[in-house]
């Protein structure tokens, strides 16, 4: 059974930092790309941030580039994300999500190229 779980979300000042971690486990980690998607109140899922399978090579929104960093560790399962310079606007549930096919990705900034998800890791920015 395909799980993903995160982790490291909480309540952090404007300009602060968090890192988020996603385990992963029941599928070939090394195989799939991983991408990071976060969701505000009353607005649609965005998408953060999406890294290959071996890591190589990464991708972010435009709102989160030179802030964010996504790496991941196969020997352990993981992925994380690493927020910096957070304001009020990165106030979201973030998710973390394994593409649908092997070492490939249609579209990586879709949600509908995911089809495995985790439950979220709530993050708040505020004074």
């Known amino acids: 059974e395909v799980q993903l779980v995160e982790s490291g979300g909480g309540l952090v000042q404007p300009g602060g930092s968090l890192r988020l971690s996603c385990a992963a486990s029941?599928?070939?980690?090394?195989?799939?790309?991983m991408g990071w998607f976060r969701q505000a109140p009353g607005k649609g899922r965005e998408w953060v941030s999406t890294?290959?399978?071996?890591?190589?090579?990464?991708w972010y929104g435009d709102s989160v580039k030179g802030r964010f960093a996504i790496s991941r560790d196969n020997a352990r399962n993981m992925v994380y994300l690493h927020l910096n310079s957070l304001s009020s606007e990165d106030t979201a549930l973030y998710y973390c999500?394994?593409?649908?096919?092997?070492?490939?990705?249609?579209?990586?900034?879709?949600?509908?190229?995911?089809?495995?998800w985790g439950q979220g890791t709530q993050v708040s920015v505020s004074s």
């Open positions: 029941g599928f070939a980690f090394n195989r799939y790309y």
């Open positions: 999500a394994r593409n649908r096919e092997p070492m490939s990705s249609r579209d990586y900034r879709d949600p509908n190229d995911y089809n495995y």
């Open positions: 890294i290959t399978a071996g890591g190589t090579s990464t």
